[in-house]
């Protein structure tokens, strides 16, 4: 099976559960009939969209004015989740890779097919691919870290950004409404409430095991102490502008 293949197997998904997804359903579409994540890079000679390939100047636009990075529709704070793996989500120094996105994106993306939505994972092998396609509720297990075995989506009460070598990464709230985990587009589990500081407390557990609390970086204390509750970049005067400028700075301009 081909890359053709696994396009027209994640259409055929995205036809059937189109219905349920009215944002996405006024969504620009490429060629093969798909829509187009708001924050994807276009290719500057034939202008055809890169779903690989996020365009940083793009996503912070994007997030600095409180828009879906999937959809590119205005975000209510109450519905701001961010879709990652448990390690990233559970362990306090752990960053997301993408950017934050609305909930019907959200249930798009692990529904439909999750590197629609979710750039850091996008570059897999074919192989990998068809672990995705319509019918198989299962993933392709093994050490490849592009390929996680289970997604969790994260439903946050605030976030920042933090600039890093490798990019501009989120730090989240770990004070989470909502934590779901999910496998082969079916959401496995539900927590909510006081069984949210249970999880978290297994992260900090899981944390320590892997590194002393005394060389964790600065953010994993600031992602636990409750000071990134109802913190949103869109809401900071100049996170625009210092963000754009360290994306030059990551661009090498």
């Known amino acids: 099976m081909n890359r053709a293949d696994i396009s027209r197997a994640t259409k055929d998904a995205y ?8 944002k996405i359903s006024t969504m620009p579409r490429d060629p093969r009939g798909l829509p187009i994540p708001a924050n994807v890079a276009a290719n500057p000679g034939n202008g055809k969209s890169i779903f690989a390939v996020i365009d940083l100047n793009k996503q912070i636009d994007l ?16 519905d701001v989740w961010f879709v990652t793996t ?9 960053l997301f890779l993408d950017a934050p996105m609305c909930g019907e994106a959200k249930d798009f ?5 999750p590197y629609f939505g979710i750039s850091g994972y996008s570059r ?47 730090l989240p709230d770990r004070h ?5 985990w999910w496998v082969g587009r079916t959401c496995k589990r539900v927590v ?8 978290i407390a297994k992260g900090i557990q899981d944390g320590l095991s892997k590194l002393a609390a005394g060389q964790w970086p600065q953010w994993a204390k600031q992602s636990l102490d409750g000071s990134l509750i109802d913190c949103w970049p869109w ?15 990551l661009n090498g301009e």
Do not use: W
């Not at 993306?109 to 097919?113: H, R």
């Open 235 to 249: 809401e900071e005067p100049r996170a625009a502008e210092t963000l754009f400028h360290k994306a030059k700075e």
């Open 176 to 180: 989470y409404s909502r934590i779901e």
């Open 15 to 22: 036809e059937r559960l189109e219905h349920q997804f009215p």
């Open 109 to 113: 993306t692990l529904q439909v097919c």
């Open 192 to 199: 909510e409430g006081p069984e949210v500081r249970v999880e």
């Open 124 to 170: 897999i092998s074919d192989d990998q691919a068809k672990a995705m396609v319509s019918g198989r509720n299962t993933l392709i297990s093994g050490n490849d870290k592009s390929l996680p075995s289970e997604f969790l989506a994260v439903r946050v009460n605030g976030f920042t950004v933090v600039p890093t070598s490798q990019g501009l990464h989120f």
């Open 86 to 94: 448990s390690d990233s989500a559970l362990v306090p120094f752990g």
């Open 63 to 78: 997030f600095c004015s409180k828009r879906c990075a999937v959809t590119g529709t205005v975000l209510d704070p109450t």
